[in-house]
C-alpha cells in the first residue's frame, strides 16, 4: 500500500501532467502555423519525443525487448502510438477554434465515457468494475460542468 507522501506525490505530477497537456494543443498549433503543416508540426513533434524517450532509456540502462517479446502482445496495444497522433492532429485544429478550455474539457468529457465504458466491459484486460448509478452521476456532473465553462 502506497505511503500518503507517495499518493500526494502522484497527484500533484498528475496535476502538473494535465497542466502539460492542456499547453500541448496551443504549442503543437503554433508550430503547425510555424511549419505551415499539421502533419509536418506532428512527425516533428514525435521526432523530439522518441529522441528524449531514448536517451531516457539510454540513461537508464533500458534493455530493448527481444523479437518474442512484440509478437507476444495482444494486437490492440500497438494502437496507443496510433491514438496519439490523432489527438496531436485533432489538437492542431481544434485548440485554435475552439479554445484550450473547451477542447480539454471535451477530452475530458470523452476520456470519462470511455473509461465508464472500458471499466464496465472489462476491454484492454481490465478488471470489470459494472456501470452504477453513482458513476453516472458522477459523469452528468462534469458533463454539465464542461458545458458550463464550453458556453460561457
Known amino acids: 500500500m502506497p505511503t500518503a ?3 500526494g506525490t502522484l ?3 498528475a496535476v ?3 497542466a502539460l497537456i492542456a499547453a500541448q ?3 503543437y498549433a503554433r508550430m503547425a502555423i ?3 503543416n499539421p502533419i509536418t508540426a506532428t512527425l516533428v513533434a514525435f521526432i523530439i519525443a522518441t529522441f528524449a524517450i531514448s536517451l531516457v532509456a539510454i540513461l ?3 534493455r530493448w525487448p527481444n523479437s518474442g517479446t512484440f509478437q507476444s502482445m495482444p494486437a490492440w496495444v500497438w494502437l496507443g502510438a496510433l491514438i496519439g497522433v490523432y489527438q496531436v492532429l485533432v489538437s492542431i485544429f481544434a485548440v485554435p477554434r475552439l479554445g484550450v478550455a473547451p477542447f480539454i474539457l ?3 468529457v470523452g476520456q470519462i465515457l470511455a473509461s465508464l465504458f472500458y ?3 472489462g476491454l484492454f484486460e481490465l478488471k470489470m468494475r459494472p456501470l452504477n448509478m453513482q458513476a453516472i452521476a458522477g459523469a452528468g456532473m462534469v458533463f454539465l460542468g464542461a458545458l458550463l465553462v464550453i458556453t460561457r
Open 5 to 7: 507522501w507517495a499518493v
Open 11 to 13: 497527484m500533484v505530477a
Open 16 to 18: 502538473f501532467g494535465g
Open 25 to 27: 494543443g496551443p504549442i
Open 34 to 36: 510555424g511549419f505551415g
Open 60 to 62: 537508464t540502462g533500458v
Open 106 to 108: 471535451l477530452v475530458i
Open 119 to 121: 471499466d464496465h466491459f
